[in-house]
């Protein structure tokens, strides 16, 4: 389980609120530059284990977590880190296209802005939209409101968003559950071009979307009282197609869930 | 026709007859209160209108009926409304802030929430008393406009936290949480996003509060405003009257000319009530409207 090139690690990672226990001790490297799925049957923590990786569970009141997080070696959860300052180098895109009520170039250009970026805005903008295989068709009207964009556009654009602040690594929430299939297969492709310069992490509920997409595969499943574990961690190649725990088996092959 | 079960009792003619008589025991509601106020506008125009001209609103009040003017209340109740406003927008939205993206859910935030409320619904001249003691007496504020300015602000400021905090609580988390994700602090995620998301419903919020302060007489008769001014307001500390005190005193005096002057007021009051809702209302539009913030 331990790879030779890991930028994201937890390290018998447990994370309660207030009594509830939603996942325990995750042990479980992110490779570099390559995309991780975490696929498991409903509330069994997976997007709680994605959103220790930026931090974003300090949001939520009650909230604790034990073990470690490492970003680059470094613990996230130290008490010197500032939550905002690792939320721009682990970039994340959410279950629901979230874009601001603001222009298209307002949209990607938010994140240089409050982070100080003072190079070439406009260039920043185009070649976050290019990335994000948005730039084609909305180019011609940067200055229209966000949300005059189709769901799938829309999601693209927050990935350009995301990628507009330089970050290392994207965690990605279901990003295409509120996707019909063809703007689906348009952000799937994109997170494929993306995993040569970036680390994905994925949350998915869709079995095919991380045998399709991903490099890695996590597959979580919730026990009693304890929240959700690790039941099995490996390349998706292997998972999918010679699991080696039956529960992994029963739930790729779609018997619960 | 869908075919009838013997164990529903349908009954469509009288329920469809409840229906319209609901409908119209609505409408009646609605023209009776268009009434009282057709009523209410047709008499003061009656009484009034020909009292109003640029004369009337460019006079000091006078001895003399026919010579009264409104000058000294006007400029008074400008001058009260403004202060009151900026003081009671930037500290309801701080206090709306602080309540709803600063606060941890408590015990004493809840004391604290409770206790807005209910501030609301104090009588106005329990204000006046307050200001009094605080603004006149304790600042040494004296019975100026500005006392009667930030009295009026306490006043209203319950409205515009309420109004506020509805406002702000009505902006989507996942707009804060994108902010978030992108390194955005907690105030940039404030500045940039949910306030100017809130500000359509703030500023409806202050409207109401305006409305409220522009009505008010008790708390700046019991703080001491004038009632006979024959002078404008040269500055934060002058004394002074507003337009509901001049046309009160008005309408006690046994002079018919000063109760047509009373209905002349009256007309002023609407008119500028009206000029300050239309204009947050055009201010309001503009934020709805534009697509960047």
New interface residues.
């Given amino acids: 389980m331990q790879s030779s090139d890991p930028i994201l690690q937890t390290r018998g990672l447990s994370v309660y609120y207030g009594n509830k226990q939603a996942v325990s001790d995750i042990t479980l490297d992110v490779v570099r530059h390559r995309i991780t799925a975490i696929i498991g049957p409903s509330g069994c923590g997976k997007s709680t284990l994605l959103r220790c990786f ?1 931090r ?1 569970n300090d ?1 939520i ?1 009650k909230f604790r977590a034990t073990g470690q997080v490492l970003f680059e070696g470094r613990d996230l959860y130290s008490p010197t880190v500032d939550p ?2 690792i ?2 180098q682990i ?2 895109v ?1 279950q ?1 296209p ?6 298209i ?2 949209n990607v250009a ?2 240089p802005r ?2 100080g970026f003072r190079g070439n805005l406009a260039e920043l903008v185009e070649s976050s939209l290019i990335r994000a295989a948005l730039w084609e068709e909305v180019k011609d009207r940067l ?3 966000a949300l005059s964009l189709s769901g799938g556009q829309q999601q693209r654009l ?1 990935i350009a ?2 990628l507009a ?1 330089q970050p290392q690594v994207i965690l990605m929430d279901e990003p295409c559950s509120s996707l019909d299939p063809i703007a689906t297969l348009a952000i799937e492709d994109l997170m494929r071009e993306l995993s040569t310069e970036y680390s994905i992490v994925i949350v998915t509920h869709n079995m095919q979307q991380a045998a399709r997409v991903s490099d890695f595969t996590t597959f979580l499943m919730g026990v009693e009282k304890l929240g959700g574990q690790i039941i099995e961690y490996g390349e998706t190649r292997l998972i999918f197609t010679n699991p080696k725990d039956e529960r992994t088996e029963a739930y790729i092959t779609g018997r619960f869930g | 026709m869908a075919a009838s079960h013997p164990q529903f009792d349908r009954r469509m003619a009288r329920r469809q007859w409840e229906g319209r008589a609901f409908q119209g025991l609505c409408l009646l509601a609605v023209a009776v209160a268009l009434a009282l106020l057709v009523v209410l506008l047709v008499y003061l125009a009656h009484q009034g209108l020909s009292r109003v001209s640029w004369e009337f609103i460019t006079s000091f009040p006078s001895r003399v009926p026919e010579q009264a003017g409104i000058k000294a209340a006007l400029l008074g109740s400008i001058y009260v409304v403004t202060i009151a406003a900026v003081v009671a927008f930037t500290l309801g939205v701080c206090t709306a802030v602080y309540l709803e993206e600063y606060s ?2 408590n015990w004493r935030t809840r004391i604290i929430q409770v206790n807005i409320t209910n501030l609301a619904g104090v009588p106005s001249i329990v204000y006046g008393i307050l200001g009094l003691e605080i603004f006149v007496r304790s600042l040494g504020l004296g019975r100026s406009v500005l006392a009667g300015g930030l009295t009026m602000a306490l006043l209203v400021l319950p409205i515009v936290i309420i109004a506020a905090q509805e406002a702000i609580r009505s902006v ?1 988390p ?12 907690r105030w ?1 995620a404030i500045w ?2 949910v306030l ?2 809130a500000m359509p419903g703030i500023l409806t919020g202050l409207i109401l509060a305006v409305s409220r302060a522009l009505g008010e007489t008790a708390p700046l008769i019991v703080m001491g405003a004038l009632t006979f001014v024959p002078f404008a307001p040269d500055g934060p500390l002058s004394r002074f009257t507003v337009l509901p005190i001049q046309i009160f005193n008005w309408t006690s005096r046994p002079q018919a000319g000063f109760h047509e002057a009373a209905a002349a007021g009256i007309i002023v009051l609407l008119v500028l009530l009206l000029t300050m809702n239309a204009a947050a209302i055009v201010l309001r539009n503009q934020f709805q409207r534009r ?3």
């Fill in positions: 930026n974003m949001l009141p905002t300052e939320r721009y970039g994340m959410f629901r979230n874009p601001f009520p603001k222009s170039f307002d938010f994140g409050i982070n200055t229209s409101s927050c968003r995301a602040v | 941890v859910r989507p996942s707009l804060r949480e994108g902010a978030y994700a992108l390194g955005a602090t940039q940039h996003l100017p998301q697509p960047e913030g």
